[in-house]
């Protein structure tokens, strides 16, 4: 019955003013939409923040929710894109005990393997972090959970720059400014 | 104060209280003697405020002000804010709040407001500090007006009511996040254009965004040069003349059955500042799927919303249609626009005559509405509650001048109908006219309390059938006559006029009704009408909520 959904990723540039991320949210709640991840920031342009946000949904109810968001007065720009039109990252933490890490040398193998770094050990736990794109994150976490080791496990909301050439935020800034 | 006498303020709509005290204390000085500037209308419930503001807005064209205190006073607001939201009214509530430093206390009437408005507003904004009232406010009066009109939340914490600080003016013209006069494509003019050109049978709906964009003579322009027909919606009514040539009706589920028809035939269908609302399209998968459809907005987040564009003009049509007049074909479309003839002959003979000029029974809601109709003075405001009272009187008024109709289109709010026209009152001298049923009358009956103290010169007329009437309807078509608590006992309405000091008449006998009226008419000052209404009157056409518009049925 459901349209076939996919994984989207907003771009929202906006103000930065408090109250702005729940405007943003209101807009997927009342269409009980998932936002799967959120990242926040400062953006390079001075006091414009920047929400990198995935949700999966379809094209039609994608393109309504990020005009309704880029209708928020103190939004500057919103735009979505699909995962090949960006430069896609995320970060995960990986606890691990010591104890195993040490009995099982294949654990650090994994860990090599994955192309993921040791950040900290001591006699209790071991931390190992890993950038990447989410399937090569939750696949690492997969592989060292299968050895029982893993104590924690965290992995961070997305952030994306975008593959296009021009910087479209910059540029309906400085519109902005010249005709304001 | 200054900050409010800067963007133009006349008329302030409001409710006093602990947190609003140190404003309302200023206020006193600036609603009378020399420094008067302001009226300030006291309401008996802050909701009322804001349908005052928002009947101002509406006939006047400015933005309607409401003043309210915090906790109670700015939730009572919220009905009129989310109203307001979804009918583009530009309105600033402005009310108080606990002092910063008491926020998240839980303190004596605190309450999150710009938490809770902020997704039923067009904005909504926290003053913390003195400093900032001057750009706050002159940038929520930009942002209701501006672009797509619509309302602005002030939350105005009381310490900055009475810090000390150095008064400088500021004036908000440009946020470089928003957009509010989009830049006109020519392109898509031109594209239109073309489709325009090549029409047999376009159809034009225009929506309130002509009378926001005040372009009503823009509108006639364009409608005359290429010889198109016109639908309104019911907030549009008054944005081309009722009188007109080219305009064939109101659209939507109790509009005319001619144009809803032919929404189902046009080969072009032109929206202009409309936002094919349910209430027009019925089933979207069936609607106007033979036509080519261009739609002129305003607002980029309406196209593609509800029915997908072949071309979409984002602009304000005050530019907008004059770029696409411009590039139009004089054209003629007689044997198009005389095909709906027929079909309005058919609705004239099944609904039109027999609800506004019935022989027998007890007085019907159609034909009130014609009496006074005929009677009012060209130009008269008319303003609705919600229910059929509002879809009777929307069906049956005249609308010779431009913003003629308050409604609640969008919320269908009850209770709507007495402050918006108390609001109406104080925008113009127009006669303003308020239908209101039994059901909405008592939901904002408070405001009699208003009525009497300002003398507003409202003409209410109670069209009274002892029924939550279009419920009933529904109940009746729907649900297998269940009557599930729709059936009301009322006061006695004429002790009720009379405990407030407004004259009334009633009305049970159809000899009598023109002579009330014109009394109605005559009398400086407000008035109820009460009319004994058949009970069981329905609402017709109809087509029933999700049916397909051609589905329209003239007799149940």
Redesign the interface.
Same mark, same amino acid.
């Given at each position: 019955m459901e349209e076939k959904k996919k994984l989207y990723t907003l771009l929202v540039y906006?103000?930065n003013i408090?109250?702005i991320l729940?405007?943003i949210t209101?807009v997927f709640t !009342?269409r009980q939409v998932n936002i799967e991840s959120l990242n926040v920031s400062a953006s390079s342009i001075e006091g414009v923040h920047k929400y990198t946000i995935t949700a999966w949904s379809d094209p039609d109810q994608i393109? +309504?929710i990020t005009?309704?968001i880029? +209708?928020k007065?103190?939004?500057?720009k919103a735009n979505y894109f699909t995962d090949d039109q960006l430069f896609i990252r995320e970060s995960g933490l990986y606890k691990l005990s010591t104890e195993n890490v040490l009995q099982n040398p294949e654990i650090s193998r994994t860990v090599r393997r994955f192309d993921a770094h040791i950040i900290e050990v001591n006699p209790t736990y071991t931390i190992v972090m890993k950038h990447g794109i989410t399937e090569d994150i939750i696949a690492l976490y997969r592989a060292l959970d299968a050895f029982g080791c893993v104590l924690q496990y965290t992995r961070s909301g997305r952030i994306a720059v975008t593959r296009g050439m021009q910087e479209q935020v910059s540029a309906f800034?400085e519109e !902005?400014?010249k005709n304001? | 104060m200054r900050a409010l006498q800067a963007e133009g303020v006349k008329t302030i709509f409001g409710y006093p209280g602990g947190s609003i005290m140190p404003v309302y204390d200023a206020l006193f000085d600036y609603t009378r003697g020399e420094k008067k500037c302001f009226d300030h209308i006291l309401v008996r419930h802050e909701q009322a405020a804001t349908h005052a503001a928002e009947g101002y807005a509406r006939v006047s064209g400015e933005v309607g002000v409401a003043l309210v205190t915090s906790g109670p006073g700015a939730t009572n607001t919220l009905t009129g804010v989310a109203d307001a939201m979804l009918d583009s009214t530009p309105i600033v509530v402005i009310a108080g709040q606990v002092a910063i430093s008491a926020l998240g206390t839980d303190a004596f009437q605190e309450v999150d407001l710009?938490?809770v408005a902020?997704?039923i507003s067009?904005?909504?904004y926290?003053i913390r500090r003195a400093e900032d009232v001057a750009w706050a406010v002159s940038r929520a009066f930009y942002?209701a007006r501006s672009g797509r009109p619509g309302p602005v939340v002030l939350d105005f914490a009381r310490n900055a009511q009475v810090e000390e600080f150095d008064w400088e003016p500021k004036k908000v013209d440009?946020?470089?996040?928003?957009?509010a006069y989009p830049k006109l494509n020519e392109q898509a003019v031109r594209e239109a254009a073309e489709l325009i050109n090549h029409a047999e049978r376009p159809l034009a709906l225009v929506g309130q965004g002509v009378e926001l964009g005040n372009a009503q003579e823009e509108l006639k322009a364009f409608l005359e040069k290429a010889d198109i027909p016109a639908g309104r919606t019911m907030l549009g009514l008054s944005a081309l003349p009722s009188d007109h040539p080219l305009n064939v009706g109101m659209l939507g589920m109790h509009g005319n059955y001619a144009v809803n028809l032919k929404e189902q035939e046009c080969d072009v269908l032109i929206a202009i500042g409309m936002r094919f609302s349910d209430r027009v399209t019925g089933n979207l998968k069936t609607y106007a799927k033979q036509a080519k459809i261009i739609h002129l907005d305003i607002?980029?987040?309406e196209i593609?919303?509800n029915v997908k564009t072949h071309v979409a003009v984002v602009a304000d049509c005050k530019e907008s249609l004059p770029a696409l007049t411009a590039l139009l074909n004089k054209n003629d479309h007689h044997e198009w626009r005389e095909s709906f003839k027929e079909l309005d002959q058919q609705e004239r003979t099944k609904v039109i005559e027999p609800a506004i000029h019935p022989t027998e029974g007890p007085l019907k809601m159609g034909e009130v509405v014609n009496a006074v109709a005929e009677r009012a003075p060209r130009g008269t405001v008319l303003v609705t509650d919600v229910g059929q009272n509002q879809l009777f009187a929307t069906r049956y008024f005249k609308y010779p001048v431009k913003r003629s109709i308050c409604t609640s289109g969008g919320l269908g709010t009850m209770g709507y109908g007495m402050p918006a026209a108390i609001g109406a009152t104080f925008a113009t001298d127009r006669t303003v006219c308020c239908f209101m049923g039994d059901g909405g009358f008592q939901m904002c009956i408070e405001e009699l309390g208003t009525i009497m103290e300002q003398q507003a010169p409202v003409k209410m007329i109670l069209l009274n059938n002892h029924y939550l009437g279009n419920v009933r309807q529904w109940q009746d078509m729907f649900w297998m006559r269940r009557k599930s608590f729709t059936k009301m006992m009322n006061p006695n309405y004429a002790f009720i006029a009379q405990g407030y000091g407004i004259p009334y008449q009633a009305v049970t006998d159809r000899k009598d009704l023109g002579a009330a009226v014109e009394k109605m008419l005559a009398t400086d000052g407000p008035f109820i009408l009460e009319c004994a209404i058949l009970e069981e009157d329905n609402v017709l056409p109809m087509t029933p909520p999700g049916m397909n518009v051609n589905d329209m049925m003239l007799e149940i």
């Amino acid at each position: 019955m459901e349209e076939k959904k996919k994984l989207y990723t907003l771009l929202v540039y906006s103000e930065n003013i408090a109250g702005i991320l729940n405007q943003i949210t209101a807009v997927f709640t !009342r269409r009980q939409v998932n936002i799967e991840s959120l990242n926040v920031s400062a953006s390079s342009i001075e006091g414009v923040h920047k929400y990198t946000i995935t949700a999966w949904s379809d094209p039609d109810q994608i393109e +309504k929710i990020t005009h309704q968001i880029e +209708k928020k007065i103190d939004v500057v720009k919103a735009n979505y894109f699909t995962d090949d039109q960006l430069f896609i990252r995320e970060s995960g933490l990986y606890k691990l005990s010591t104890e195993n890490v040490l009995q099982n040398p294949e654990i650090s193998r994994t860990v090599r393997r994955f192309d993921a770094h040791i950040i900290e050990v001591n006699p209790t736990y071991t931390i190992v972090m890993k950038h990447g794109i989410t399937e090569d994150i939750i696949a690492l976490y997969r592989a060292l959970d299968a050895f029982g080791c893993v104590l924690q496990y965290t992995r961070s909301g997305r952030i994306a720059v975008t593959r296009g050439m021009q910087e479209q935020v910059s540029a309906f800034l400085e519109e !902005r400014q010249k005709n304001g | 104060m200054r900050a409010l006498q800067a963007e133009g303020v006349k008329t302030i709509f409001g409710y006093p209280g602990g947190s609003i005290m140190p404003v309302y204390d200023a206020l006193f000085d600036y609603t009378r003697g020399e420094k008067k500037c302001f009226d300030h209308i006291l309401v008996r419930h802050e909701q009322a405020a804001t349908h005052a503001a928002e009947g101002y807005a509406r006939v006047s064209g400015e933005v309607g002000v409401a003043l309210v205190t915090s906790g109670p006073g700015a939730t009572n607001t919220l009905t009129g804010v989310a109203d307001a939201m979804l009918d583009s009214t530009p309105i600033v509530v402005i009310a108080g709040q606990v002092a910063i430093s008491a926020l998240g206390t839980d303190a004596f009437q605190e309450v999150d407001l710009v938490g809770v408005a902020q997704p039923i507003s067009k904005w909504s904004y926290q003053i913390r500090r003195a400093e900032d009232v001057a750009w706050a406010v002159s940038r929520a009066f930009y942002i209701a007006r501006s672009g797509r009109p619509g309302p602005v939340v002030l939350d105005f914490a009381r310490n900055a009511q009475v810090e000390e600080f150095d008064w400088e003016p500021k004036k908000v013209d440009f946020i470089r996040s928003y957009v509010a006069y989009p830049k006109l494509n020519e392109q898509a003019v031109r594209e239109a254009a073309e489709l325009i050109n090549h029409a047999e049978r376009p159809l034009a709906l225009v929506g309130q965004g002509v009378e926001l964009g005040n372009a009503q003579e823009e509108l006639k322009a364009f409608l005359e040069k290429a010889d198109i027909p016109a639908g309104r919606t019911m907030l549009g009514l008054s944005a081309l003349p009722s009188d007109h040539p080219l305009n064939v009706g109101m659209l939507g589920m109790h509009g005319n059955y001619a144009v809803n028809l032919k929404e189902q035939e046009c080969d072009v269908l032109i929206a202009i500042g409309m936002r094919f609302s349910d209430r027009v399209t019925g089933n979207l998968k069936t609607y106007a799927k033979q036509a080519k459809i261009i739609h002129l907005d305003i607002d980029r987040s309406e196209i593609d919303k509800n029915v997908k564009t072949h071309v979409a003009v984002v602009a304000d049509c005050k530019e907008s249609l004059p770029a696409l007049t411009a590039l139009l074909n004089k054209n003629d479309h007689h044997e198009w626009r005389e095909s709906f003839k027929e079909l309005d002959q058919q609705e004239r003979t099944k609904v039109i005559e027999p609800a506004i000029h019935p022989t027998e029974g007890p007085l019907k809601m159609g034909e009130v509405v014609n009496a006074v109709a005929e009677r009012a003075p060209r130009g008269t405001v008319l303003v609705t509650d919600v229910g059929q009272n509002q879809l009777f009187a929307t069906r049956y008024f005249k609308y010779p001048v431009k913003r003629s109709i308050c409604t609640s289109g969008g919320l269908g709010t009850m209770g709507y109908g007495m402050p918006a026209a108390i609001g109406a009152t104080f925008a113009t001298d127009r006669t303003v006219c308020c239908f209101m049923g039994d059901g909405g009358f008592q939901m904002c009956i408070e405001e009699l309390g208003t009525i009497m103290e300002q003398q507003a010169p409202v003409k209410m007329i109670l069209l009274n059938n002892h029924y939550l009437g279009n419920v009933r309807q529904w109940q009746d078509m729907f649900w297998m006559r269940r009557k599930s608590f729709t059936k009301m006992m009322n006061p006695n309405y004429a002790f009720i006029a009379q405990g407030y000091g407004i004259p009334y008449q009633a009305v049970t006998d159809r000899k009598d009704l023109g002579a009330a009226v014109e009394k109605m008419l005559a009398t400086d000052g407000p008035f109820i009408l009460e009319c004994a209404i058949l009970e069981e009157d329905n609402v017709l056409p109809m087509t029933p909520p999700g049916m397909n518009v051609n589905d329209m049925m003239l007799e149940i």
